[in-house]
């Protein structure tokens, strides 16, 4: 079992930066692809970015690459989403989510909300 805390959100202007951050709980932190979601007001929840496990590999949606970052640090059982040259369409709430290695994102935090000014 994996429990998610997210924190970090806020309001900030166009062209800024804010960096997410997901606590995790459970001691195998380290074998959990770990990702971000997004959901904004009257549209699907979607998929921002993700930090596998297998070969340290990442992947992006198409409309953050090269805006959005993800770390994580397995010490501090964390994963952070560093955003920057935000915009407003950027405004959501984000879900930090984890997936065992061959599984399905089965573990969601509670969300955190981000929201742009233009």
């Known amino acids: 079992q994996v429990q998610l805390v997210e924190s970090g959100g806020g309001l900030v202007q166009a062209g800024g930066s804010l960096r997410l951050s997901c606590a995790a709980s459970?001691?195998?932190?380290?074998?959990?692809?770990m990702g971000w979601f997004r959901q904004a007001p009257g549209k699907e929840r979607e998929f921002v970015i993700a930090?596998?496990?297998?070969?340290?590999?990442?992947l992006y949606a198409n409309s953050v690459k090269g805006r959005f970052t993800i770390s994580r640090d397995n010490a501090k059982n964390t994963v952070y989403l560093q955003m920057n040259s935000l915009k407003p369409e950027d405004t959501a709430v984000y879900y930090c989510?984890?997936?065992?290695?061959?599984?399905?994102?089965?573990?969601w935090g509670q969300g955190t909300q981000v929201t742009v000014s233009s």
């Open positions: 930090h596998s496990t297998i070969g340290g590999s990442t």
């Open positions: 989510a984890a997936a065992p290695i061959s599984g399905s994102w089965n573990y």
């Open positions: 459970g001691r195998t932190f380290s074998s959990y692809t």
